[in-house]
């Protein structure tokens, strides 16, 4: 695997055996969740629960036309921007009902929103996984775990990494790894975002221990 460093825009893998895309870039996102429907891995009108230090929930200026195709999915995900993904895939049907966890100061009202894990698990985990009937897609953006940009935004972009522990991120990946061991979800899709994370070095250091935690390592990859 490349490291983040050396990753361009475009950069995006995924592991076939256990249905987990990882992208430098969050617009591919979407493409991830078009290609899994179209694939019928995941069925139309998942249920999202998205993990991120921002919101991401802009309507896309881009017109999203049908999807018949996986180049259609790959060529509308190349044209989004990065904070659009959530939006768009809901325009196609294919995501329906949006959970998120972060420290947004105005979370979007039409989602159900925790500020933390700890507030998901105790308010709304058994509600996220009571139906029967829908797909569940974990999404998480590693800049989750570093709060570089509470403050100040556009003085961190890209720099002034302030993260949390290697044992705190270790302990909330596991949470989730378990509710994959569960079979829980049908779908995970994984952002790098560098420049949100404080730069390359912070980031490698995220996904590295996310690769670890989720036991991936040794598995097979492609690029897609």
Request: with cysteine; proline share 3%.
């Amino acid at each position: 695997m490349k490291k983040v460093k050396d990753m361009d825009g475009t950069w995006k893998i995924a592991y076939p055996k256990r249905n987990i895309y990882i992208m430098r870039d969050h617009n591919w996102a979407f493409s991830a969740w078009e290609i899994s429907r179209l694939n019928k891995k995941i069925k139309p009108k998942a249920r999202l629960l998205h993990v991120d230090f921002h919101d991401d929930y802009f309507e896309p200026t881009e017109e999203i036309t049908e999807l018949k195709t996986e180049q259609d999915a790959l060529n509308i995900g190349e044209k989004l921007d990065i904070f659009e993904f959530i939006r768009a895939s809901q325009g196609t049907g294919t995501i329906k009902d949006v959970y998120m966890i972060g420290d947004y100061v105005r979370s979007p009202g039409e989602v159900f929103h925790s500020y933390t894990l700890n507030q998901f698990e105790h308010e709304h985990r058994m509600e996220f996984f009571s139906p029967e009937n829908q797909s569940f897609i974990l999404d998480l953006d590693l800049d989750f775990f570093n709060l570089h940009a509470y403050q100040s935004i556009e003085n961190n972009y890209n720099s002034n990494p302030f993260r949390y522990s290697d044992e705190f991120i270790k302990k909330q990946l596991e949470r989730f790894k378990q509710y994959d061991d569960e079979g829980c979800w049908d779908l995970i899709t994984v952002s790098i975002s560098p420049e949100h994370c404080g730069g390359d070095q912070t980031a490698q250091q995220i996904l590295e221990i996310f690769l670890k935690s989720f036991e991936l390592n040794d598995e097979e990859y492609i690029h897609w």
